[in-house]
C-alpha cells in the first residue's frame, strides 16, 4: 500500500480548502487554532466563550477564504478576523461599557513562580479591567492599532479610545504598584 502524504505547503491547504476539501480545512484549523484561541481569549475572560468566539471566527475564514491575497501573513489575516469576531461577541453581549467610573480589580491572585511579572498573572490583571478598558488596551497594546482604527472598530470617538487606553494603563500600572512590582522597579531589579 502506497501511502500518500498530504500537501502541508500552506497555498496548497488554502486552495483545497477553497474547494471544499475537508481534509484540508482541518489541517489549517489544527495548525492555527491553538494561536487564535489565544488571541480569543486575550478579549474574551471566559474560555468556554472564547472557544465559541474562535470557533465562528473560523467559520467565517473558510467562508472568506477565497478572498485571502497572499499579500501578507495568513496567520496575520485570520488574527484579524479573530480580533474583529471577539469584539463583535463583546459589543453583542453589551459586555464593552465605556464609562468614566473607575471599577476596582478584585480577586486578585499572587504570581505563581519567581518572575514578578509572570505572564498567567499579567493576563489575569488585564481580565480583571473593565471591559471597554481592556478592548481598547488590547487593541492598542497587543494589536498595534491606532485610536482612530479602534474607534472604528468600536464604534466610539478617538478621545473615548485614548481615554479607555490612559485609564486602562493607569490602572494596571497601580495594580501592578500594589504588589511591588511596577514596571520601573522590576526593571531595576533586573539590572
Known sequence: MKIITLHSNEKQLIKKSIKGDQQAQKLLYDKFSPK??????????????????MINGFVKVFNHLSSFQHKGSFEGWIRTIMVRESISYLRKRQFVVYDDDAVEMNGEIA???????DVEYVQHLIDELPEGYKAVFLLNAIEG????????????SEGTSKSQLFKARKMLQDNLSLKGMSPKSNSANKK
Open 145 to 156: 492599532y491606532g485610536h482612530k482604527e479602534i474607534a472604528a472598530m468600536l464604534e466610539i
Open 111 to 117: 504570581p505563581t513562580n519567581d518572575s514578578p511579572l
Open 36 to 53: 487564535m484561541l489565544g488571541v480569543c481569549r486575550q478579549y474574551v475572560k471566559d474560555l468556554h466563550f472564547a472557544e465559541d468566539v
